[in-house]
C-alpha cells in the first residue's frame, strides 16, 4: 500500500550563487525540483511511502532527476525514460527586482513529461494508494498532460481515494481564461485544496477576493466542494484553514529568505503528514509552517524539507518561541 501519490514534470532548476538579473550571474547550482516532485521527496522523507508518475528523458539530467527521486526512496517505477526528449529546465532569478522574492524562467516546451498521457496512468496505482496530489502546473503543459491528469482525478474520485490539490497557477504557461476552466473543475473535486488569494480569484470567478476576510475567502472556497481548504497568506499573514468547518491559523516564525521558491510546496508537505497522521488541523498547520520557513533557508526547493527528528527538534524549539540553546 502507498501512502501517496502524484503525476507531474520533475525539472533540473539552475539557481544562481548571487541575487540580481541573470544576465550578470555567472555561476549557477544545479537541484531537483518541480512541484509535484517536491511534494512526494518531502513526504518519503518524513516516512510515508510515496509514488510519482511521470516522464524524463534518457539525458544525463534526467538521469539527474530520477536517481535523486529514488534516492529519497519515492517510487518511480512510473517515471517512464523516453528518447528523443529532454526534461525540462528552469532558471530562478532571485531576490531582482523584489527584495525576497524569487522570479522563474523556464526551458521545458516539448519536454519528456509534456507527452504525458491518459495512457500513462495506471488506475492500479492509484487504488494502491491512501491519498493522491495533484498541481494546477501539470495539466498547463499540454493537452496530453491536461487529459492525463483528468484520468487521474477520475479514477481517483471513482476509487473514493482522497484528492489533494494545489492550485499552483503559473501565468507564464497559460492563460488566466484558460487556468480558470481547468483549475476550478479540480478545486471541485478535490478533498483538500491548497491555495493563496491570488489563484483563489481564478476559482471564484471573483476579482474582489482581496476585499474579502480571510475567513470569508475560506468559506468561500469550502462551499466549492473540498472539506478542507489550507490558504497561503504568505510569510506576515501564515496559514489559514478549515476542515469539516472548524477553522484554525498559524503564523510563520520570522527567519532569513534566501529564496522563496518551493515554500508552498513544503506548506503541501508538512500539512499532508499531519493529516495522514490524524493530526488535529492546528499541529497540521504547525508542521506546514515548519517545512515552508526551512525551505526558503535555502537555494533549491526540497533540500531543507525535514525528516521526523528535525520535525520534532522544531516543534520543540517553537514550544519556547526559539529561545534554544543548542549547546
Ligand atoms: O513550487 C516550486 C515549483 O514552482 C518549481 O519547482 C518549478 O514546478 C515548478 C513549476 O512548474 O513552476
Known amino acids: 500500500l502507498l501512502d501517496v501519490v502524484s503525476v507531474g514534470e520533475p525539472l533540473v532548476q539552475m539557481n544562481p550563487i548571487e ?8 555561476l549557477f547550482e544545479k537541484h531537483a525540483a518541480g512541484s509535484e516532485s517536491n511534494v512526494v521527496i518531502g513526504l518519503s522523507r518524513l516516512g510515508f511511502k510515496t509514488a510519482y508518475v511521470s516522464k524524463v528523458g534518457k539525458d544525463e539530467l534526467s538521469k539527474f532527476l530520477i536517481t535523486t527521486l529514488r534516492g529519497e526512496g519515492v517510487d518511480v517505477s512510473h517515471v517512464e525514460e523516453v528518447r528523443d526528449r529532454n526534461c525540462g529546465v528552469f532558471f530562478v532569478q532571485r531576490g531582482y527586482p523584489v527584495p525576497g522574492k524569487s522570479d522563474v524562467i523556464y526551458f521545458r516546451k516539448d519536454s519528456a513529461a509534456s507527452t504525458l498521457g491518459p495512457d500513462d496512468i495506471d488506475p492500479n496505482l492509484i487504488k494502491q494508494s491512501k491519498m493522491v496530489h495533484v498541481s494546477g502546473i501539470t495539466p498547463a503543459l499540454s493537452q496530453s498532460c491536461k487529459d492525463a491528469v483528468s484520468k487521474f482525478l477520475d479514477v481517483a474520485t471513482r476509487s473514493r481515494i482522497p484528492i489533494s490539490f494545489d492550485t499552483n497557477y503559473r501565468s507564464k504557461l497559460w492563460s488566466e481564461d484558460d487556468a480558470r476552466r481547468v483549475l476550478s473543475k479540480m478545486a471541485a473535486k478535490a ?3 491548497f491555495t493563496d488569494p491570488s489563484d483563489a480569484r481564478l476559482l471564484l470567478l471573483q476579482e474582489n477576493v482581496e476585499a474579502m476576510t480571510p475567513e470569508k475567502l475560506l468559506d468561500e ?8 481548504v489550507v490558504l497561503k497568506l504568505g510569510p506576515d499573514e501564515g496559514l489559514f484553514a478549515v476542515s469539516g468547518g472548524r477553522k484554525a491559523r498559524t503564523v510563520s516564525p520570522s527567519v532569513p529568505v534566501v529564496d522563496s521558491i518551493g515554500a508552498g510546496d513544503a506548506v503541501v508537505v508538512g500539512f499532508l503528514s499531519g493529516l495522514l497522521r490524524n493530526e488535529p488541523l492546528e499541529k497540521c498547520l504547525d508542521l506546514a509552517a515548519c517545512c515552508s520557513a526551512l525551505v526558503v533557508m535555502r537555494r533549491g526547493d ?11 527538534k ?14
Do not use: M
Open 191 to 193: 478533498d483538500i485544496l
Open 221 to 228: 472556497l469550502a462551499g466549492r466542494g473540498p472539506k478542507t
Open 302 to 312: 526540497f533540500e531543507n524539507l525535514p525528516d521526523q527528528e528535525y520535525f520534532e
Open 314 to 327: 522544531w516543534l520543540r524549539a517553537k514550544k519556547s518561541d526559539f529561545r534554544v540553546d543548542y549547546r
Open 19 to 26: 541575487e540580481g538579473p541573470l544576465r550578470h550571474v555567472p
